[in-house]
């Protein structure tokens, strides 16, 4: 083989090696953003759980800046500024994730949450159906269980009830969905229903303020 084959091929070689080690190396930094920003996004979960508002939008910044289409943290922006009232704000970071994911289930019923709590109710509805919609979704029946209460508070009683037997069928111990059925019950006068919901309710969350009522 000539000596200009030679090189040419080792040229070839080299550029190859270069080429995927810069693809490698670009790979890895996408990884470290990826990681640095779900553990930031973890950390607000935690510090909003705690009302910690201010710590919690820190860390978002913070998961933003490292990766800004990371859709578990606009996620969470959007839950965080709701609870903040910024509800312009909030709406536009579940938007956003949801351009970047249309169908994460976790984005479609926090949106559905808050679309319902603004009074939208046949938005935030179609919001919980689309989680539902959702094969690979862990929780449908709490996106269902939304649904209904979201139904519930647009005065469809008939539909929430379809919602909550829907959500009880797919997870039978659901207290969300246990304690709306025997309220339904007793607003239909369905007396027994409603005491076997409650005994239900009961074995699996302790009493609030509306189930002793």
């Known amino acids: 083989m000539s000596n200009y084959l030679t090189d040419l091929l080792a040229a070839i070689l080299f550029l190859g ?3 995927c080690a810069s693809r490698q190396a670009e ?23 705690d009302k910690e508002y201010e710590i919690a939008l820190k860390k978002l910044e913070k998961a933003l800046s490292a990766d800004p289409n990371y859709v578990d ?15 312009d704000d909030a709406e ?10 249309a169908d994460n289930s976790s984005t479609l019923n926090n949106y559905g949450q808050f679309l319902c709590q603004r009074g939208r109710y046949e938005e935030g509805e179609a919001r919980f159906l689309e989680a539902v919609a959702n094969p690979l ?3 449908p029946a709490l996106a269902l269980s939304n649904a209904g209460t979201c ?16 959500a009880l069928e797919k997870e039978e111990r659901l207290a969300p969905a246990l304690i709306q059925m025997a309220d339904i019950s ?27 009522w």
């Open 73 to 87: 943290a606009h996620n969470a922006m959007g839950l965080l500024n709701s609870q903040l009232g910024r509800f």
């Open 27 to 49: 790979t890895e930094r996408t990884v470290d953003r990826e990681k640095l920003a779900s553990a930031n996004t973890k950390l607000a979960f935690q510090y909003m759980r």
């Open 17 to 19: 090696l270069a080429g």
């Open 151 to 166: 139904a519930m508070d647009a005065g469809h009683i008939d539909v929430a009830e379809i919602h909550f037997r829907t």
């Open 186 to 212: 007793l607003r239909l006068e369905r007396h027994l229903a409603a005491r076997g919901y409650l005994q239900r309710y009961q074995e699996v969350a302790p009493h609030t303020a509306k189930s002793l």
């Open 92 to 101: 536009r970071s579940f938007k956003k994730a949801l351009r970047l994911d």
């Open 137 to 139: 979704y862990k929780r």
